[in-house]
């Protein structure tokens, strides 16, 4: 499990590290060259695609989406572990049925050779990566599905 999520977070922050040079040339560019980087916002989006998605297996294995508990403290152990083996289940289940809506979209996109407007990158391997990225947070759902909870002492289960 290490490797998986080093090798993510490894693929988002360079994801992240590329923006933040392409934007510092673009910005420079503009300020001191008058003139910015060609497809610098096309290349950001893309990017960026790349970086949500890429980190949502590892949001989700961490468990860091934005959560409502409030009431998690007034409910039994065992009512706890149901509640999250449920909530997991239908994130897999979400996420699954998002992955399929995405290869759907990524193979009319190959179909019709769609690319960005100014530089021309194909857009399919961006859509099949999101597609990838979304089954893959899927199998962590029902991986955190299907663990024996774990208590930290705080009256929190995991």
Known sequence: MRRFEQVLGLIAAAALFAMMILTFGDVFGRKFLDASIPGSLELTELLMLVLIFVALPLT????????????????????????????????????????????????????????????????????????????VAALVHIFLMLRAPRSDGAGAVH
Request: some cysteine.
């Open 60 to 135: 989700s294995l961490h468990g860091e989406h934005v959560v409502f508990d409030l009431l998690d403290r007034s409910l039994p152990a065992g009512a706890r572990v149901l509640q999250q083996r449920l909530s997991n289940g239908l994130c897999a289940a979400l996420m699954f049925g998002a992955a399929w809506l995405v290869a759907e979209r990524a193979a009319r996109t190959a179909e019709f050779g769609d690319t960005t407007a100014q530089l021309h990158i194909g857009m399919a391997p961006f859509h099949y990566l999101v597609s990838a990225a979304l089954v």
